[in-house]
């Protein structure tokens, strides 16, 4: 998972699309409106982005209940 902000003045939105483009499996995530502080000021956010992620990749690992017949 890459999260990263619209509005990061640090490190361009484009780094993050080379990185996730780069990681097997990984996900982008662009937040709208949100700087580069965005994890210490939505932390709430961040962890429901994460736990979201966590969710999806079990269910893609988990065999389809047809296929356990």
Do not use: C, K, M, W
Not at 11 to 23: C, D, G, H, K, S
Not at 34 to 62: I, S
């Amino acid at each position: 998972l890459v999260v990263h902000g619209d509005r990061d003045v640090l490190i361009p939105v484009e780094n993050a699309r080379v990185l996730a483009a780069t990681i097997p499996g990984a996900r982008l995530h662009i937040v709208e409106g949100a700087g580069h502080g965005y994890p210490a000021q939505d932390p709430v956010g961040v962890h429901q982005l994460v736990t979201d992620f966590f969710h999806a990749q079990g269910e893609e690992r988990r065999p389809a209940a047809s296929a356990s017949r």
